[in-house]
């Protein structure tokens, strides 16, 4: 049985409260289809007793598994092949000269999935800079979705999703066979630190960064939470630092104290010189 214009609705609200996400009318179908996932998950019979149990919930419990479900989770190793060649040939290249005295560069991957992105820019700095092995670099990648951070930290990777954008060549030197999955290097997971963050919501501590990847999130967001993340991130991001967006996201009529980078890929910026 499909889920009726309250349901929906009650999710909608749920969504947007919880996690500023706008789920657009007409989307009841992806609603039924990830709950019923969910429901199947927990143990329940149907989507119906998970909006039961949703409704009575006093522990927040189903509130975050609901929206962990609701959120999109597509990612890949390097995702986007021009944003790694920039950020090897240009990003990397400038923030060595200018950090040579401190010898520390911070990284940030906001809604980092299953941790495809953080490790694609980890083997970067190991295949192309290493040089930075003597320097600090402490590496934050976090995510809404518990369930994806703990599969991020564990790094095991099926066949299919090493094959989908992972040079072979890095697939042997980074990663080793685990029965009919592959795991990722245990010094190439440590090097990334794994949070809970609601970029909706509060923000644990963060250093000043100098690259923020924040990709295929603002999308999901409305005008008023997209302005609020951007204005967050421009205080959070050093006047020489990088934000990285989808190439379909921009700043523009948001936050204008950032600019693109004149280079031939979308969704690079720079906060504007003051």
């Not at 809404?144 to 040079?167: F, K, T, W």
């Not at 997971?189 to 295929?216: G, Y």
């Amino acid at each position: 049985m499909s889920i009726n214009t309250v349901e929906f609705n009650y999710i909608r609200s749920l969504l947007r409260e919880q996690a500023a996400i706008g789920l657009e009318p007409g989307k009841e179908y992806l609603v039924e289809s990830r709950l019923n996932q969910l429901a199947k998950r927990e143990g329940l019979k149907s989507v119906k007793e998970l909006l039961q149990r949703l409704r009575v919930d006093s522990t927040g419990y189903f509130q975050r598994k609901v929206v962990e479900a609701m959120v999109t989770t597509e990612t890949t190793f390097f995702r986007d092949p021009r944003l790694f060649e920039i950020l090897k040939t240009v990003v990397i290249p400038s923030l060595i000269v200018h950090r040579d005295r401190e010898r520390s560069l911070n990284f940030w991957c906001a809604a980092s999935s299953r941790g495809q992105e953080p490790y694609s820019v980890v083997m970067v700095l190991r295949e192309h800079f290493p040089s930075l092995s003597h320097w600090e670099i402490n590496f934050i990648a976090s995510d809404i979705s518990n369930e994806m951070l703990a599969y991020a930290r564990d790094g095991i990777y099926s066949q299919h999703e090493v094959s989908r954008g992972l040079p072979a060549r890095l697939l042997v030197k980074y990663f080793k066979k685990v029965g009919q999955h592959w795991r990722i290097r245990e010094d190439i997971r440590e090097m990334v630190e794994f949070r809970q963050i609601n970029l909706a919501k509060f923000w644990t501590p963060l250093p000043k960064m100098d690259i923020i990847l924040m990709r295929n999130v603002l999308i999901y967001f409305d005008i008023d939470m997209r302005t609020a993340v951007l204005e967050r991130v421009r205080r959070l991001l050093r006047p020489d630092g990088y934000l990285f967006l989808g190439g379909s996201e921009s700043t523009i009529n948001f936050v204008g104290a950032f600019e693109p980078i004149e280079h031939d890929v979308a969704g690079c910026f720079r906060l504007k010189a003051v």
